[in-house]
């Protein structure tokens, strides 16, 4: 218990009583299995794969098609220095200080058209379409494997709530059983020994009822969890159902 939980000395709460067990929405293993196909993670991410897989095909063959690129250029040079200017009248010079600064822009459209590549576009090509029949393969394994869990996910917790309502009704037989017991014990027809055997058979009972209470719980979680619609609000429902 304090291995699954983390903690030192932890008490589990027990179930609030009288308990009564959420339902399950659906009712059918056929809707749980749908609804596991559309929003399992694992489902999800085999679907995505696929894609990615069918645009890889359609990125290889472009690999055929020329291509168009426009390519441009823009330059700006600062000229530092000093320049002189001589004077004809006097013979002097002048200084003129910086040049000044010079741009130039070029902008241009190419046209790549493929002749032969030695027929490496077509391996690819080859290659991508071998990716996505594999990835098909990956989605349909994981679809298959999401609806199997699913479906014995809901058979297993079908057999517990009907194993709770035998328990529910062997409680009160156990009970009645016990009451008669006392009754025979009380009027000299019945010694401890019998009393003692209905209080351990009712006990039995009862603990067998309470693990079996669990089992649906948890198995109801475990059931979300396997179709994919596991969130906080669920364990937050099953936390709501203990004893505080």
Not at 85 to 112: F, N, Y
Not at 223 to 228: D, I, K
């Amino acid at each position: 218990r304090e291995q699954v939980v983390g903690r030192l000395q932890v008490q589990p709460a027990a179930l609030r009583l009288p308990l009564v067990l959420p339902p399950r929405v659906p009712q059918t293993a056929d809707a749980w299995g749908e609804q596991a196909l559309g929003r399992h993670p694992m489902a999800r991410k085999a679907r995505l794969g696929l894609e990615i897989a069918q645009l890889e095909i359609r990125r290889a063959r472009a690999g055929h098609l020329p291509t168009v690129a426009l390519t441009g250029r823009y330059t700006q040079q600062r000229t530092d220095g000093t320049a002189t200017l001589r004077s004809a009248a006097t013979g002097g010079t002048v200084p003129l200080g910086q040049v000044g600064t010079s741009t130039s822009s070029v902008i241009g459209v190419t046209l790549s058209v493929p002749l032969y590549a030695g027929n490496a576009t077509d391996n690819r090509v080859s290659e991508t379409l071998k990716l996505e029949e594999k990835a098909r393969h990956d989605l349909d394994a994981a679809r298959r494997g999401v609806e199997l869990a699913t479906r014995q996910s809901f058979m297993g917790l079908q057999s517990l709530a009907a194993q709770v309502k035998a328990l529910e009704a062997a409680e009160a037989s156990s009970q009645l059983a016990l009451e008669s017991t006392q009754l025979g014990y009380r009027v000299g027809v019945r010694v401890n020994l019998d009393v003692l055997n209905a209080l351990t058979q009712l006990f039995q009972t009862r603990r067998d009822l309470a693990k079996a209470r669990y089992d649906v719980i948890l198995g109801g979680l475990k059931l979300r969890l396997a179709s994919g619609q596991l969130k906080p609000a669920d364990v937050a429902a099953v936390n709501a159902l203990l004893d505080r």
